[in-house]
């Protein structure tokens, strides 16, 4: 896993790779988005969108918002089924704290009620619960807020 790198995307069959991936796995299955709707957040302009790929296939990305509210966001972090567990969603996401921090003191990140998994392996990277919104995705189900931060954003 090391030897692979991270790197922007590049080419409309890698989106369609993300695409892929997300709309065969949790939580997208969960929230019931299907491969169009995938590929078009992939594709949303102004978002900055990392793969690792490896011998043309592409394992994970990320995508990151440094627009908005909250300033700094990961938006997804999505790891191919075959290669969970390995570090790579760690190594996506600090490739993207990497990124963020160098413009902002916050990242933020959510983690789908019904995904347990995520919400622990962001703790356990430093990310503290900033908040609970109730039925934001899908109803009867959260999303759980958390931010990892350097800093505020105005230091005294």
């Known amino acids: 896993m090391e030897t692979i790198a991270i790197r922007p995307l590049a080419t409309a069959d890698e989106a369609r790779q993300c695409a892929q991936m997300m709309c065969t796995t949790d939580p997208w299955i969960t929230i019931g988005r299907g491969f169009e709707e995938c590929l078009g957040i992939v594709k949303i302009p102004g978002r900055e969108v990392y793969v690792s790929e490896e011998n043309g296939q592409v394992r994970g990305f990320v995508i990151v918002n440094m627009g908005g509210a909250f300033i700094g966001y990961i938006q ?5 089924d075959s290669v969970r567990g390995t570090g790579l969603g760690t190594r996506l996401i600090r490739f993207a704290e990497e990124r963020i921090f160098r413009e902002a003191p916050n990242v933020f990140i959510c983690a789908s009620s019904f995904n347990p998994r995520a919400r ?25 807020l958390l931010r990892k931060t ?3 954003l105005r230091p005294k």
Do not use: M, N, T, W
Request: with cysteine; proline share 3%; hydrophobic share 45%.
């Open 76 to 80: 997804i972090l999505c790891v191919h």
């Open 120 to 144: 622990a392996l962001y703790e356990r990277l430093g990310y503290q619960l900033v908040g609970e919104l109730k039925d934001f995705v899908i109803a009867g189900e959260s999303e759980i």
């Open 150 to 152: 350097i800093g505020p």
